[in-house]
């Protein structure tokens, strides 16, 4: 069955820093990869997703993600955080032949100033 | 244009009432998915519309739970006789295609909290 595994419940990181938000799924076939960011109060926005190609794929707000099929994972990153950035995070697998995709628990990133 | 809009924002009611919560996609948008997400955890599919197919109603939790959407406009999810565990936001998504290939775009859920 599909599965998605977020380890990371809670990071804190300075502003300015990196970030790499980790993503681990259980899919037979080759899934479809997203990745949803949760601001508080509202619903969830679409920051990137992985179908084929390449495997670094580029999203919105500067952020990118790596999808690495021998180690199913597909972790979220970003060079240098900004305090806007503090929000939930989700990881999502779905695919092809099926009518829903699996959300990971998510990942509440917070900003240190 | 405009996003998907779900109503009421927010609804308190007392346990074994019944409750009614709107989500009216974006237009065009032919899936529509509902989800629930308790305090402090990730999404729970419930239930998923694609056009005028029968829906997958595999994420249900109970009986006292349903859906409905008229061909692909609003939909509306009940939930009859409320216990406490119902207390979550509840949160509609829309998106254009069939199945998970197309990215869903979602509302600013419905929060719902069972006295």
């Known amino acids: 069955a599909q599965s998605v595994t977020q380890p990371d419940i809670h990071i804190t990181v300075s502003e300015g820093a990196s970030l790499e938000l980790r993503c681990n799924y259980s899919?037979?076939?080759?899934?479809?990869l997203f990745w949803y960011v949760q601001s508080p109060g509202q619903g969830l926005q679409l920051l990137l997703k992985y179908f084929s190609g390449d495997t670094l794929v580029q999203g919105i707000k500067g952020f990118e993600a790596e999808f690495k099929r021998s180690q199913s994972s597909f972790n979220l990153r970003k060079p240098s955080v900004h305090w806007s950035d503090a929000a939930e995070y989700f990881c999502?697998?779905?695919?092809?032949?099926?009518?829903?995709?699996?959300f990971g628990s998510g990942t509440r990133l917070s900003i240190r100033p | 244009g405009a996003g998907v809009s779900q109503s009421p924002s927010n609804k308190v009611t007392e346990k074994g009432k019944d409750v009614e919560l709107r989500c009216d996609p974006i237009?065009?948008?032919?899936?529509l998915y509902w989800y629930r997400q308790r305090l402090g955890q990730g999404l729970e599919f419930l239930i998923y519309?694609?056009?005028?197919?029968?829906?997958?109603k595999s994420g249900l939790p109970s009986d006292r739970f349903s859906a409905e959407r008229t061909g692909e406009s609003v939909s509306t999810l009940t939930i009859q006789r409320t216990q406490q565990e119902d207390s979550a936001v509840y949160l509609c998504?829309?998106?254009?295609?069939?199945?998970?290939?197309?990215?869903?775009?979602f509302g600013d859920g419905t929060r719902l909290s069972i006295l």
């Open positions: 237009s065009g948008h032919t899936a």
């Open positions: 519309f694609q056009g005028n197919s029968a829906p997958d």
């Open positions: 998504a829309s998106s254009n295609g069939q199945g998970t290939s197309q990215p869903q775009h």
């Open positions: 899919y037979g076939a080759t899934p479809y």
């Open positions: 999502a697998v779905g695919a092809s032949s099926a009518s829903k995709i699996i």
